[in-house]
């Protein structure tokens, strides 16, 4: 069983450009989120998506950041005009869901994350 | 809103030696804890779990972690520390109702050999 796909593993893209990050979940698991790592930091939550619904994005940046999980096809997180701070390490995980303690279960497994370079 | 703390941002030991990285978090009720563990370069990897029952967990590569609720801790050990355990570990938090983990900012464990 594949584990989590991100592709390209790296990324470099001038100011101004826009950033395509792709997100392949594990077989059978049908929610996926996405993570960003600053340099030295740990990663902070931006967005969680099933299939064609963004159910929380209380993370993504109110600008130039969308995500999306088509019926069909990989996740794509986007981020457009990009900027020096987006220079980061953007991670995505996936889950099934299933039914534990208080209703939901919530083991996570990453992929093995896209490195972004702004110049 | 929960939160975690690994006040450790660098700890070296001792190839041989015994490991046990602190992770405190704040939560009101009774959460969701995640060990992972970055080597340079790499995604995560899921070393041990608590959701439930026993507080000693067991992971792979021979970590454990206990939850104590008195403490708000839930911190790794590893009795005897390899060379190749050397890498970022990450402790995080998940909450009910919501699917979103709060990661820690890391603790890199170098070995000496």
């Known amino acids: 069983n594949a584990g989590v796909m991100q592709n390209p593993r790296h990324l470099v893209r001038r100011r101004g450009q826009e950033a395509r990050l792709r997100c392949s979940p594990m077989k059978g698991h049908s929610h996926v989120y996405w993570y960003r790592q600053l340099p030295e930091e740990g990663l902070k939550f931006m967005v969680y998506?099933?299939?064609?619904?963004?159910?929380?994005e209380s993370g993504m940046p109110k600008e130039r950041f969308s995500a999306e999980f088509p019926k069909e096809g990989p996740s794509i997180l986007r981020i457009q005009q990009v900027v020096r701070g987006d220079s980061a390490a953007y991670f995505c995980a996936s889950s099934p869901f299933s039914w534990g303690r208080d209703g939901l279960y919530n083991e996570q497994f990453f992929g093995p994350g896209t490195r972004l370079t702004v110049l | 809103a929960q939160s975690v703390t690994q006040p450790d941002i660098h700890i070296t030991v001792s190839e041989g030696a015994s490991l046990e990285l602190r992770c405190n978090y704040s939560y009101g009720a009774t959460p969701y804890l995640f060990w992972y563990v970055q080597s340079p370069g790499q995604g995560l990897q899921l070393l041990l779990k608590?959701?439930?029952?026993?507080?000693l967990v067991q992971g792979i590569k021979g970590f454990e972690a206990e939850f104590k609720r008195s403490q708000s801790s839930f911190n790794l050990r590893k009795p005897s520390v390899h060379w190749s355990d050397a890498a970022e570990y990450f402790c995080a938090v998940g909450a009910t109702g919501r699917r979103a983990l709060t990661f820690g900012s890391g603790t890199r464990l170098q070995v000496q050999p």
């Open positions: 998506l099933q299939k064609e619904n963004i159910i929380d």
């Open positions: 608590y959701f439930s029952g026993d507080t």
